[in-house]
């Protein structure tokens, strides 16, 4: 009986190693050194940048290329910022993003796609206004360094391009001389510095 006990945690133990799960590691984005900025068409002539204070995310691979990388990443809406405090207030509103009924904005990575070198094709499901919709992200991967301290970092920069009225975010009419007031595409560039979980 002893000798199947261990005959079968053998074979469970080898399937873990075998599926990777033993082999997964975990990385959780440094705030501190990582930022999630956006910019939108303003009157037609020129651009609006912001971007978010507050925001958590965490990456899970088990390959040294990020290739099979499932990713988590959350943002606290009502830390928008465009360093216009009548703005960021009307952003926080019902006309854009309502803060108050819908806190967070959230990314759940579907796929990470190597398409060779330091570059990648991130998809996944983002939910804003409780809206969910598959996005693209281009992804530039800036390497892994070990610290003096003995963990590891990991760096990325992703970029896409929403359109903000396929979330519910219709705020925003069309000027007598043409064109939109606040434009329909927002740019979205975020910049992370992850650090390996011990």
């Given amino acids: 009986m002893k000798k199947q006990v261990f005959m079968f945690q053998l ?5 873990l ?8 590691t975990k990385w959780n984005v440094d705030r501190t050194h990582s930022n999630v900025k956006f910019s939108v068409a303003h009157m037609v002539v020129s651009e609006v940048e912001g971007n978010f204070k ?21 943002i606290d809406v009502a830390s928008v910022n465009t360093d216009n405090e009548s703005r960021d ?16 904005i959230t990314f759940v990575g579907k796929s990470m796609k ?4 330091n570059k990648y094709k991130l998809t996944g499901d983002m939910t804003m206004r409780d809206v969910t919709k598959t996005v693209d ?26 359109d903000r009225t396929q979330y519910g ?20 560039v975020v ?8």
């Fill in 11 to 15: 074979c469970v133990v080898a399937l």
């Fill in 17 to 24: 190693f075998s599926s990777g799960i033993v082999a997964q």
């Fill in 54 to 74: 507050m925001f958590e995310g965490s990456l899970v691979a088990s390959k040294d290329n990020f290739s099979d990388a499932v990713i988590n990443f959350s």
């Fill in 89 to 104: 207030k009307h952003l926080r509103s019902d006309d854009f993003f309502n803060a108050e009924k819908f806190p967070k």
């Fill in 114 to 117: 190597s398409l060779g070198g």
């Fill in 137 to 162: 992200f281009d992804v530039t991967y800036g390497g892994k360094i070990q610290t003096d301290q003995g963990g590891f970092k990991s760096g990325f920069k992703a970029k896409t391009t929403i």
């Fill in 169 to 188: 975010v219709n705020f925003g009419g069309m000027l007598k001389a043409g064109g939109l007031a606040v434009g329909n595409n927002v740019d979205i």
């Fill in 191 to 198: 910049n992370v510095e992850l650090n390996q979980a011990k």
